[in-house]
């Protein structure tokens, strides 16, 4: 049985393809991951202190339906860093809604833009199976040299304030 997500009203996007369509590959980078809280699964980033998410984009990979979710802050938004997954905040606008549920046997990839610093988009790619597995107060993210790895919450924030 899928793992199901709540899924809220609002959220707005980033589409990664937009910046593969321009030959341009987002940085790999500490600035995002995911938590996991009393069932529900977030979306962590730390962008640069000057700098604020612009955008979320998740999208299945190598899937017949190529369905995703995005969301982006409406103008005038207060900045966050932490977005539950299909449930962003009130004042952030969705522009895709097509996937509400990760599947056990799907790849997933989870991109961030924000600004300030140099990176301007981390990216991730994981299965549900690695968030599920998540111990309290740890979160997922990239790992040097490709896949994923698991930190807690200070190292996270402090790897991803390292790379502005």
Not at 13 to 22: K, M, S
Request: proline letters at 9%.
């Amino acid at each position: 049985m899928p793992y199901q997500l709540r899924r809220g009203r609002s959220a707005p996007a980033l589409l990664l393809a937009l910046g593969a369509a321009a030959g341009c590959t987002p940085p790999l980078g500490h600035a995002v991951g995911l938590v996991r809280e009393a069932g529900a699964i977030s979306v962590v980033a730390v962008p640069c202190p000057e700098g604020r998410v612009t955008g979320v984009n998740l999208h299945e990979l190598e899937s017949p339906e190529h369905r995703r979710w995005t969301t982006r802050p409406a103008p005038g938004a207060d900045p966050a860093d932490r977005v539950p997954l299909f449930a962003a905040p009130a004042d952030w606008i969705t522009d895709d809604d097509a996937l509400t549920t990760l599947l056990p046997d799907r790849v997933y990839a989870l991109s961030v833009g924000h600004t300030g610093g140099d990176a301007k988009e981390s990216l991730i790619t994981f299965r549900l199976a690695d968030v599920e597995q998540l111990p309290p107060g740890q979160v997922l993210t990239w790992k040097k040299g490709g896949g994923t790895r698991v930190v807690s919450a200070g190292a996270f924030r402090t790897a991803a304030l390292h790379d502005c």
